[in-house]
């Protein structure tokens, strides 16, 4: 499987002020994506990182405070803006190795704390 | 909306003993499912995935699937203290170019 690895590890920022998550696959994928874990629950979808183009965002998350780029076929950054306490979570990088290939694997993680 | 349901938990059982996680979904054209470990802490590990109906066996986990009742489970035998853990099931938006929806999570405890 593919490792992916994210940076930072963790940060405790201010709010109003705004943070980049980097996620570097050692090998090239098809498909990266941007999830969120807050404290005691699952993951949930932020946007699909398309190669060269917008990212595709899910229902609830806008590309104003999660602006996504992925340049190339092996890196993504996700952008958490005007951060509040309530952006607090694990933010987590996922990417699927191969066309037709359905298997997720994902970073390490971000954790983030907004004070 | 599709949904992906599991029992939070915590499923407590003693080591040695199996374990029986379950997942039920909402969409009837999902065609994979997928099993994933997380540990306190730690980032989502995949640990089986299933795409037929019936029974996939790798080592001591065993998926089952059953898209007539829309369910798919995840057992471990011989369970040991290092399975405890959060198991998370994960199921493709059909039509979503494999983005996944995830379950809330069973936590599962063994005991010595």
């Known amino acids: 499987s593919a490792v992916i690895s994210q940076k930072p590890s963790r940060d405790i920022c201010q709010r109003g002020t705004s943070l980049t998550i980097q996620c570097q696959v050692d090998s090239q994928v098809t498909m990266m994506f941007w999830y969120r874990q807050q404290p005691g629950q699952s993951l949930t979808l932020i946007a699909t990182?398309?190669?060269?183009?917008?990212?595709?965002?899910e229902s609830g998350f806008v590309i104003d405070k999660f602006p996504i780029s992925r340049p190339n076929l092996t890196f993504s950054t996700l952008t958490v803006s005007n951060m509040s306490p309530e952006d607090s979570s694990i933010y987590l990088c996922?990417?699927?190795?191969?066309?037709?290939?359905?298997?997720?694997?994902f970073g390490q993680g971000t954790r983030l704390t907004v004070v | 909306q599709k949904e992906v349901e599991q029992n939070s938990g915590p499923l407590s059982v003693p080591e040695g003993a199996i374990a029986s996680l379950n997942c039920t979904y909402s969409d009837r054209g999902s065609q994979s499912f997928f099993w994933y470990r997380q540990y306190s802490g730690k980032s989502p590990e995949l640990i089986m995935f299933?795409?037929?109906?019936g029974d996939k066996e790798d080592g001591r986990f065993t998926a089952q699937l059953n898209k007539a009742s829309q369910y798919v489970s995840l057992l471990i035998r011989d369970s040991q203290p290092s399975d405890s853990a959060t198991y998370l099931c994960a199921v493709p938006i059909s039509g979503g170019y494999n983005k996944l929806i995830f379950g809330a999570g069973t936590r599962l405890a063994v005991h010595p």
């Open positions: 299933i795409y037929s109906n």
């Open positions: 990182a398309n190669q060269g183009s917008e990212a595709t965002y």
């Open positions: 996922s990417a699927l190795q191969a066309s037709g290939n359905t298997e997720a694997f």
